[in-house]
């Protein structure tokens, strides 16, 4: 195998090993309900990186699904909502951390009814907690490349030419 491709198959191998999960498992966050009203109940679970979101009726518990039937903005601000399945998934990037006001607009049986309450963000992770949940695996395979990319340029240097006696 020559250098430009162990190089390129360490950078790949680096590329791959920031995209695995955590290797330690969290605890699943708990459901919390954010707000209810006669007809209808809003629940969250709030993950590092998103909400997930849950509209179910008071009376059977059955959810509201659809994609156009909820509509949410948070701290006033309109966000984007993706439907999976009985769940909404609202994604956090770029939201402040901390207490935040959560409006949910729900479509259902002909009329429009609005959920509000009070959600908390987390704090997004820096770029060395990024790492540590990896282990340093990124880290150390970076250092490698370095490494063989030193090793190539010592080994291109021509050696002087011997002297004649």
């Not at 966050?29 to 006669?38: L, T």
């Not at 966000?79 to 729900?106: E, F, I, W």
């Amino acid at each position: 195998m020559t250098m430009p491709r162990l190089i390129r198959a360490a950078a790949l191998l680096a590329a791959l090993l920031c995209l695995l999960p955590p290797a330690v498992a969290h605890p699943a966050a708990p459901r919390v309900q954010i707000a209810s009203s006669s007809m209808l109940v809003l629940d969250a679970t709030v993950h590092a990186h998103d909400i997930v979101l849950r509209v179910a009726r008071t009376a059977d518990h059955t959810p509201i699904e659809g994609a156009g039937n909820v509509t949410a903005q948070i701290g006033g601000r309109p966000v984007p909502l993706v439907a999976h399945g009985d769940t909404y998934v609202l994604s956090t990037h770029g939201l402040k951390s901390g207490a935040q006001s959560l409006q949910v607009v729900v479509a259902h049986d002909g009329i429009h009814e609005l959920l509000s309450g009070t959600v908390t963000l987390p704090k997004h992770p820096d770029r060395l907690a990024v790492l540590e949940r990896h282990g340093y695996g990124a880290w150390w395979v970076l250092n490698i490349v370095v490494l063989l990319l030193a090793a190539r340029l010592i080994m291109r240097r021509k050696k002087p030419a011997a002297k004649a006696p």
